[in-house]
């Protein structure tokens, strides 16, 4: 029964040997990674936009009623 997990064929080296051989960026070479990144930024963007919004609401502050 625990065969099945300890006798399993080790691709650490082929894995290591494709990251090591690509010629672009470490944080592009994962699978998946652009999906990743571009939704990290996507998040960060928004919030730094939420954030600039709100200081500019604070900074100017309430009209003047008379």
Known sequence: MIDAVVQRPNYVPERQRAYQASH????YRPPRSRLYLGAYFTLFGVGMCG????????AMGKPVRK
Not at 24 to 27: G, I, T, W
Not at 51 to 58: A, D, F, K, N, R
């Open 51 to 58: 954030t600039v919004y709100g200081i500019y609401q604070l």
């Open 24 to 27: 672009s960026p470490v944080y």
